[in-house]
């Protein structure tokens, strides 16, 4: 046997050797395993893979001709990349050879770190540690690992392209997360008046060989300032930085710069004259401390009214940004010297204790957060946003898996995962919220237009008028595309002296000064229209009961016109509705009729972004709930969302409203005393008054309405009953004897179940003359009383009030009915159409046999005969007087008319039928002669009924039909299943012959009557 013993001088075999490996043999290289390796990883890693195989032998072969491979790591990682790099440049004079070997190299160590860094994050959860703690250390150990790798390699770079001869005055500096490995965020700045153009033909290599070989360079400060692709001087960021606040993108990547290379004193220079100028300094010019605020919050916003995608995630879009703005304001506020996230945030703990909590949360769903998008980059590709049913099964598993994710019974790692994902997204957005608001006050407090709004003298331009709005338009000159207005808006809202001031100025222009100053105004809504919404409305409800055009009409109208050609206007408004509905339904409480067709042509825009699609089309009906809403029916939207601005979203959702109002209801139950109880019965009844009214306007069908309406009527009123009697029994400390004597009936409207009243007519009964019986009774409905009063309606109590009281004793009813005169006549009838709410099956028996068999059933003929005379002495009143053609209550064969008829149908039949919908077809049944006519009224009930309610919704609450608002009804008709009704003739050719076929109807009924008693 021969003994062959090899020396290796690397760590590394002779270029085209591997001892012990015969062609063909089942081991592999270590170019092999780590290329079996990298498989694992998105497709992105090829590039790494493809440069290492195209010069791993000639590096190899040039590091063992030199004697340098046991000084150089390539299949392990290194822990002084840049060293080994600076051997590797010496190993050959030729610029191309030079840049492949150290691209090589740098290829071989950006893997080598990954997978280093991969097996230590599983280590340290295999430890069973905290997760947060584990994600947090790997961050921050690839970012400086990834930081220290690229500083080296670009080094090396313009060592190889630009000699230091060459070379202006000049430093390097980081402007983006340094753990972020899809691009290398970077500024090049140079000294004023060097000549910079071998720098640039150097980063043109650069940046060229880096998005073939490496980590592609992303020059975003260059770009967007000077006139060189590559490099900017001091002159040119003052030159555009100094005249007004410009992208604040730029401003929050200085912020976050880091110096990298070069002339560090110069990047001292730099920080001093260019970035601290916005940081808060009380003895310094604040402008840009504040302008810079104003931009930032105003872009964090805007991504958090974003919502969040349902099929796809992007941590960075989705929450990371607006957490770093927000960490960039708190820096450039506390004056934070640390640029990294996790840095900002320990000193933000320290530095304001009292939101400690908020910091430690944000710090853990930072953690969590980047490593996902770290994980899902590495993993997956090298985007921003990634979508769900785009990611291969197996991807999703390993990264569950390396985050240390495991299934659960049938709870998949991954689900668990993307479960983690939104809490942790929802948590750090209802956070960011939060400290916009804390900004918010900082803002307030040092703002130079708060000055100015309080009346005291500012640095103010050289056109100073005197007048507070041209004033603050000069100042804001210098803020221009900043979003951010909340503070200076919660002024004006609650400084009405400001307000006033500011009205004043507008109204004291003349005309052409004041469109002029009207349309700058205006143009901010190109960058927030938010900030304008919210602008005129303030100015709105401030002038609602002016006469004349008010300023806050010209404004909106001028708004309205301007902004109906932006570019995503519907979208922008959608986005606004999505997180500040109360804002767009604020801006809508007193919008002008006149001004729905501007609104209409921007909202009827087509929404391309599906997220957006569900929010577009509640904000459409939101705009005709409000603009199709009469005042009666307005003040239950107005008092539900002033109390509730959370159901909002819900108002077009009829089935999502039902389920709040029985919660609710329950609720009232639920409730621990009576002071809860009332407010959660009230919230209760005006929520659904609120719904059913909805569904009117929506075209939902009359019986449905009547039904429902009824339903919550009764609810309440018997839930408010036994609120009252036990606040009532509470306070007397004793139960009063005799409740199965006591009763409460509707009568009137609300006991045939009609939709709609602004009254009750209330009866209410006691069976007994013990004295406090009925004053328990009284104080019930005495408190009843006061709270049906709260909710808009006035309660009558008719037989009350003659027989002075509230409650009526059964004794006192009948001795009063005996006096047979119109009045009780009147009254009569009410209890014959009364419906009983509340009561027990007594109190029924007590009011047939005491009232309704000896008055009208035992002598039906009497009655009929009287109510036929009342009806005849009725219509002949209403012939003589004037505007009643149009009147579906009083006008002859109106609702009038037919609850007449229905009373008289009742005392013949003898039944204790209410006289709701259903009451006709009883009829039928009984009196099938009259079949034809009692279909006519049937329909013409329906009719009459259809259109009075929606003119109640949609107009007033009158019963007098005004021609001139018909169209009203029109518009809702056409678009909700009744295109036959979609304009006002056929509307008032409906009424006429709906009256018409009634009133036959109606004579041919008391006709048979009146052959019938005879």
Known sequence: MKLVIFTLSSDAPPAGFYPFIHPGSAM???????????????????????????????LVAALESSGKIMQVHLWRSSFSPGNEMQIIARLSSDETTKVQHLSCYYALQFLHMNFRNLDILELDIASG??????????????????????????????????GPSERPEFFICSVGTRADQDDIDIGVVTADGSNTDSLNQAFLKITQNMLVFATPLHMYLSEHIGKKIYTTTFSEYKHLLNRQIQDVVIISELLNAKFILGNNDLFSRFQNEVISKYFYHKDRDIRFHEGFLRGILGEARALLIKPLGADAISPKEDVLRILKFILYAKKSILNIDEVNAWDIM???????????????????????????????????????????????????????????????????????????????????????????????????KISRFVGLMSGRRTELTENYTGSLPVDFVHEARFFKGTKYWDDLLTILAEDKNILEAFVSGFEKLPEPQQEKVIKRYVEWAYFSPLTMLRFITIFTKNQWNDPGTTIAEKVNLTFLKYIGDLPYIAERFCLIYSYYPQYIHEYL?????????????????????????????????????HQWSSQYFHRFLYRVIYTHPEYLKSLTNRNQLYKISSGLLAMVDRSPNIKQKKKFLADYYDLEFLRVGIGTMHGIELSVTNQEYSDFCDHYMKKLFDICTKEIDRDSKAEIPGSDTFAILFAGGRARGKAYDDDYDLIALVDTDDETVIKHATRVMAKMNREILKRGVLPHYRLGEILNGYVSPISKITTYLQSDGHEAF?????????????????????????????????????????????????????????HTDWNVKETRGGLRDIEAVALMLKAYLGTEIPIMMDFFKDVRHFLPELDGHIDVITQSIYQLLTFRDLYWITVASEDSFHPDYLYRLARVFRQYGHPEWGETAPIIEALSQSLEASAKSCDAIISFLQSHID
Do not use: C
Request: aromatic fraction near 12%; hydrophobic fraction near 40%.
């Open 28 to 58: 592999h290289t270590p170019f092999d395993l780590l290329e079996k390796r990298v498989a694992h990883l998105g497709n992105h890693h090829q590039k790494y893979i493809h440069t290492i195989l195209q010069h791993k032998d000639t």
């Open 129 to 162: 540690g905290s997760l947060p703690d584990d994600y947090y250390n790997f961050m921050m150990q690839v970012g400086k690992d990834f930081r220290y790798l690229t500083t080296a390699y670009l080094e090396n770079l313009i060592d190889v392209y630009i």
């Open 346 to 444: 320990n000193t933000l703990i320290r530095k304001e204790p009292r939101l400690s909590t908020h910091y430690q949360l944000l710090f853990k769903a930072t953690s969590f957060l980047e490593t996902f998008k770290f994980l899902l980059q590495m993993f997956v590709i090298q985007e921003d946003t990634f979508r769900l049913d785009e990611i291969d099964g197996a991807q999703l598993s390993v990264i569950a898996d390396r985050m240390g994710y495991q299934s659960i019974g049938t709870v998949g790692a991954w689900d668990q995962l993307i479960i983690d994902y939104y809490r942790y997204v929802k948590e750090a957005r209802k956070i960011s919220d939060l400290l916009i608001d804390s900004i918010s006050v900082h803002l307030s």
């Open 589 to 625: 409480q007193f919008f002008p009729e006149a001004h729905y067709e501007y609104l209409d042509h921007v909202l009827t825009k087509t929404i391309h972004d599906d997220r957006l699609k569900p929010f577009h089309d509640q904000l459409k009906d939101l705009s005709k709930i």
């Open 826 to 882: 009147i009254d009569l009838s009410q209890l014959l159409g009364a419906r009983m709410i509340i009561g027990s099956e007594v109190m029924r028996s007590v009011l047939y046999e005491k009232i309704l068999f000896p008055f009208i059933f035992s002598n039906k003929s009497d009655y009929i005969r009287r109510m036929i005379d009342e009806v005849r002495n009725r219509q002949e009143t209403a012939k003589n007087s004037e």
